[in-house]
T-cell receptor, first 113, second 113 residues
Framework: NAGVTQTPKFRILKIGQSMTLQCTQD?????MYWYRQDPGMGLKLIYY???????DKGEVPNGYNVSRSTTEDFPLRLELAAPSQTSVYFC????????????FGPGTRLLVL | GQQLNQSPQSMFIQEGEDVSMNCTSS?????WLWYKQDPGEGPVLLIA?????ELTSNGRLTAQFGITRKDSFLNISASIPSDVGIYFC?????????????FGKGTKLTVNP
């Protein structure tokens, strides 16, 4: 199993550009999550999904959109990139039963200039 | 919402020293998770605690679930350079009818050879 994979690893965007951060998991997890990590601030939840076709907002959803058409994939969309979205983005997944122990991808580093 | 406070924020130690860090909350948690994040990588689960008073080890790492259920401790014995990274505590919190993980801001560990 590859676990949770994310692409790209690194991206530079200009203000106003759009992009999609890809996330795929091969563990058949129902739950998937997107976090952003800013220096010294820990992880903040952007969006999450409890299964295909179901998504919900987390703590900091503004400026982002998600979709979940399959169990495996959970892409994060930035429509109009802003400098405040410069961050490291992590995707995670977990089983739907139990304490929700989450498994993380390697992250996407995004720089908006 | 529920918050986790980690201390210390950062630690600078010599190789071979023991390390202690903790995580506290104003509310009760039923599960405590400890993650480690290597530089440039996503967080990786180290230890999961499910019962008040539980003491669990993973190699040189030992974590304890506080009796009050409002705190947890992580100890690393005989530190080595590869222990460098950020250590996060996390616990499940129910928000809006769904269970999500709440993360502390992390303890950054530096080990000098």
């Amino acid at each position: 199993n590859a676990g949770v994979t994310q692409t790209p690893k690194f991206r530079i965007l200009k203000i106003g550009q759009s992009m999609t951060l890809q996330c795929t998991q091969d563990m058949n997890h129902n739950y998937m999550y997107w976090y952003r990590q800013d220096p010294g601030m820990g992880l903040k939840l952007i969006y999450y999904s409890v299964g295909a076709g179901i998504t919900d907002k987390g703590e900091v959803p503004n400026g982002y959109n998600v979709s979940r058409s399959t169990t495996e994939d959970f892409p994060l969309r930035l429509e109009l990139a802003a400098p405040s979205q410069t961050s490291v983005y992590f995707c995670a997944s977990s089983y739907s039963n139990g304490p929700r122990t989450q498994y993380f991808g390697p992250g996407t580093r995004l720089l908006v200039l | 919402g529920q918050q986790l406070n980690q201390s210390p924020q950062s630690m600078f130690i010599q190789e071979g020293e023991d390390v202690s860090m903790n995580c506290t909350s104003s509310s009760i948690f039923n599960t405590w998770l400890w993650y480690k994040q290597d530089p440039g990588e996503g967080p990786v689960l180290l230890i999961a605690l499910y019962k008040a008073g539980e003491l669990t080890s993973n190699g040189r790492l030992t974590a304890q679930f506080g009796i009050t259920r409002k705190d947890s401790f992580l100890n690393i014995s005989a530190s080595i350079p590869s222990d460098v990274g950020i250590y996060f505590c996390a616990g499940p919190a129910t928000q809006g009818g769904s269970e999500k993980l709440v993360f502390g801001k992390g303890t950054k560990l530096t080990v000098n050879p």
